[in-house]
């Protein structure tokens, strides 16, 4: 089977790559969407003051 | 403020002292370093990681 | 003059700092005949193996943004690092760990419990996470490994020169296009804004009062004139890089210190514990208390750009 690898996505904002696998015939088996990043802002927002907030969650996409 | 800071890197506050020695107080000076060394021999290696990938 | 070749990267980053080198305007236009970009995801169609067949030191410069925390960010920024003439730490991610390294204050395992198993919007049952690769039934798949630490870019490859703030200003990328296109960059490990503080470059009335209370942002509405930090707010100026323009104080927000430390300055927190507590007016222990209950979050308020950089980096890990 065949693939074919898209990495990185572009002309959007954050990581993301994309495999696709071709059947023997070139047809599209299957594809998958992958994003190759986390930076956790689930986790360490916690903790952090309240009113900090408004100067931290900007920074999860500035585009 | 230092030792609620360093709690939230999770250093124990037992590796902080913070004492007001006079210049004629030699003893005590001695002694008291003596017994910071001794606490932190006894706390044992920090694990101080230097900016590697893994903590 | 040949035309430059010209690279852009974010790493671990939100985009701003791609978006702020559009902010400057019609001077784009000025970039573009100055140079050629060869790379830019997030708004040109390269891919990685494009990049890895270019020949060495073929690219002139590389804006490189974002900090680094899997292997797939350090691997671009090595890959890059060869690739480049100059390579330019740009924006507060790649140069102190900005936002994303308040990650240091957690773990690699708490994120991914947080993010994939507890978040209230996920669905997942059987607690999948992430796995550097997967078998499908078509193939197998990869992904980046994710490092627990948030390191920057100087802590993985040898970096020619600094552009911090979060992101960095108009003015200073402009000073960076005028730098290549009159072939006159600083020398190598320079930080491309000011030496001094923050507080140099800022006009506000200082009267050398002390403080008896720290106010929370939302507790006061500071007066416009006065020096934030004699007013008991937070205020990163005395130990913050300057040449953002006081963008921050002007509007009377204190600074939360996205320029870094400026020269001379080892650790951006340890200063400001200082700078503190210098001016907290205390007679005794009771109001030492006061103080240190009036400061909610001195970890990810002094560091809160700059926790890759300090002397500490993260939070140290229980011993089990
Ligand atoms: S502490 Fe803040 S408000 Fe005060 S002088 Fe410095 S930058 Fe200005
Ligand atoms: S005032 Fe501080 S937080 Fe605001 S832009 Fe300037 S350095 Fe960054």
Not at chain 3, 90 to 101: E, Q, R, T, V
Request: proline share 6%.
């Amino acid at each position: 089977m065949k693939k074919i690898t898209i990495d990185p996505i572009t002309r959007l904002e954050g990581h993301g790559k994309i495999d696709i696998f071709l059947d023997d015939a070139g047809d599209v088996a299957n594809a998958y969407l992958q994003i190759p990043e986390l930076r956790g802002f689930e986790k360490f927002c916690e903790g952090r003051p309240v009113e900090e907030l408004p100067r931290i969650v900007p920074r999860i996409c500035g585009v | 403020m230092l030792k609620k800071m360093l709690e939230q890197f999770g250093i124990d506050e037992k590796r902080l002292m913070l004492e007001w020695v006079s210049a004629s107080e030699g003893d005590r000076f001695a002694s008291i370093v003596n017994n910071m060394t001794e606490q932190v021999r006894a706390l044992g290696p920090l694990n101080w990681n230097q900016g590697g990938k893994h903590g | 003059m040949a035309k430059l070749k010209l690279a852009l990267y974010w790493a671990a980053a939100c985009g701003g700092c791609d978006v702020a080198v559009l902010d400057i305007n019609e001077k784009i236009l000025d970039v573009a005949k100055l140079a050629d970009i060869v790379f830019w995801p997030i708004a040109l169609d390269f891919k990685y193996h494009h990049v890895e067949a270019m020949p060495d030191k073929s690219v002139d410069v590389c804006l490189f943004n974002g900090a680094i925390r899997s292997s797939e960010q350090e691997h671009i920024a090595k890959m890059l690092r060869s690739k480049s003439k100059v390579l330019v730490s740009f924006g507060s991610c790649a140069c102190f760990g900005g936002i994303p390294a308040l990650a240091n204050l957690t773990t690699r395992a708490e994120i991914m419990e947080r993010a994939y198993i507890e978040a209230p919007s996920n669905e997942n049952p059987n607690k999948t996470l992430p796995q550097t690769k997967v078998s499908v039934p078509e193939g197998e798949l990869t992904l980046p490994e994710l490092y627990d630490n948030v390191l920057t870019l100087a802590q993985v490859v040898p970096v020619e020169y600094f552009v911090p703030g979060c992101p960095p200003t108009v003015d200073l990328i402009l000073k960076v296009v005028n730098a290549l296109a009159t072939n006159s960059l600083p020398p190598v490990g320079a930080t491309i804004a000011s030496d001094k503080t923050l507080c140099d470059e800022c006009d506000r009335k200082k009267e050398k009062k002390m403080i008896s209370r720290i106010y929370r942002t939302h507790e006061i509405i500071p007066d416009p004139e006065r020096c934030l930090l004699e007013q008991g707010l937070l205020c990163m100026g005395s130990a913050t890089r300057g040449g953002c323009g006081a963008l921050c104080v002007k509007v009377n927000i204190p600074c939360r210190g996205c320029f870094g430390p400026p020269a001379g300055v080892f650790d951006q927190g340890a200063k400001l514990v200082s700078s503190i507590a210098s001016i907290y007016q205390t007679n005794g222990k009771q109001d030492i208390e006061k103080m240190v209950n009036e400061l909610v979050d001195p970890a990810g308020t002094f560091y809160r750009f700059g926790m890759s950089v300090s002397m500490l980096k993260r939070r140290i890990p229980q011993k089990t």
